[in-house]
């Protein structure tokens, strides 16, 4: 089967997202650096001397690069591990759970390691103070992180991966099986 349009579709629905998902995310990311409630946040962005339009695309640029080409791998990576357990086993049990739950976990850790590096720039340009004279790039937070890191690149934008996938995996895991197990509910 031809997996572009999987990926095309995921790549599109990720960049789709961004949009909405990075000023949420600035607000959180505000909310716990300063220590605010996420109203008080909101609301001082729109008293601020500084652009509020800056302040709510802060940000967007490494939440594009973090959820779009990453959605896409996560949509065809599970197609594509699916489709291949698929054809090695004749076990409906297996294929109703076993292969989903295994595809969800293998795409999750895919999708994250291509997007993680800009999670962790994102949540950085995101944390920065409001008063900065100038917007901090992707490519300045990412030597800034290496840095901290005493130059290991892994180390420096890989910091706290192990975490994001106790979060992920499960997340995919479950969220693909009960998609596989509605759709087929529905298919019948």
């Not at 605010?36 to 709510?56: A, D, E, N, Q």
């Not at 076993?98 to 995101?126: C, E, H, M, N």
């Not at 008063?131 to 030597?143: R, V």
């Given at each position: ?47 601020s ?18 959820d ?33 739950l ?19 720039i ?23 992180l ?8 892994i ?5 706290g ?17 009960t ?10």
């Amino acid at each position: 089967s031809n997996l572009l349009p999987v990926f095309v579709g995921g790549t599109v629905g990720g960049i789709a997202q961004s949009f909405l998902m990075s000023p949420v995310e600035w607000i959180k990311v505000q909310s716990q650096v300063i220590g605010k409630p996420w109203i008080k946040v909101v609301r001082g962005s729109s008293s601020s001397s500084t652009s509020s339009s800056f302040l709510w695309s802060r940000g967007l640029t490494a939440t594009l690069l973090r959820d779009g080409i990453p959605h896409g791998v996560w949509f065809v990576s599970y197609e594509w591990c699916k489709t291949n357990l698929d054809e090695q086993t004749t076990s409906e049990a297996h294929k109703q759970l076993t292969i989903p739950l295994f595809s969800g976990a293998f795409a999750a850790t895919l999708a994250w390691a291509v997007g993680y590096p800009f999670d962790i720039i994102k949540t950085r340009i995101q944390a920065s103070p409001n008063n900065k004279q100038h917007a901090m790039t992707i490519y300045g937070t990412a030597l800034e992180l290496v840095q901290e890191a005493n130059g290991k690149v892994i180390s420096g934008l890989y910091r706290g991966f192990g975490l994001k996938l106790v979060r992920a995996v499960p997340a995919s895991m479950i969220g693909f099986t009960t998609y596989e197990w509605v759709a087929g509910q529905l298919r019948n």
